[in-house]
């Protein structure tokens, strides 16, 4: 008898032990998942990419710091470009570096997670981003041009300062 309560107070323990993780993880996670939902509508957040998907070749992994930062009304754009060009500047350009005012910002939130499309525009091209933000905070940026071929890149959205 002694041995079947020992074993039932075991077993009970390790049972709570267990749904203590998993409040702990799931806090984390609806956590994580306000502060995304907060930062997109402030439209206030950055996007560090590790990846690049080119429309011919292999994905690229990237060991250098790129980005996309959106803040208000502008995007702070510094992203390689693997590609073909069909109509740039003498010199290459600036391709996928630049600072620009944002049109046509739109914002929906999906079954898991949330989309953003918005256009910008430089002296050298128009850019249309669309952007695939997991509830976990993964995201994937894909970039059309009217003047090269649309590249794709993978990355995460940065914890920033709360403002």
């Not at 749904?19 to 439209?43: C, F, M, P």
């Not at 600072?99 to 939130?109: A, R, W």
Request: aromatic share 12%; net charge neutral; proline share 3%.
């Amino acid at each position: 008898m002694r041995k079947i309560c020992l074993l039932f107070i075991l077993w009970a323990c390790v049972c709570l032990t267990g749904n203590v993780g998993t409040q702990a993880s799931e806090t984390k996670k609806d956590t994580i998942e306000i502060y995304i939902e907060k930062q997109l509508d402030n439209r206030c957040f950055t996007v560090d990419v590790s990846m690049a998907y080119p429309m011919r070749g292999r994905s690229i992994p990237l060991t250098s710091s790129y980005s996309l930062k959106m803040k208000n009304d502008s995007v702070d754009v510094y992203l390689p470009y693997f590609g073909r060009a069909y109509s740039v500047p003498y010199g290459g350009g600036k391709g996928l570096h630049f600072q620009s005012e944002i049109t046509g910002f739109c914002l929906e939130k999906k079954k898991k997670g949330y989309e953003v499309r918005f256009s910008s525009k430089t002296e050298e091209d128009v850019f249309d981003f669309y952007l695939d933000i997991s509830t976990g905070g993964s995201v994937t940026v894909s970039v059309t041009m009217h003047n090269r071929q649309p590249i794709r890149y993978s990355g995460e959205i940065v914890a920033e300062e709360m403002q």
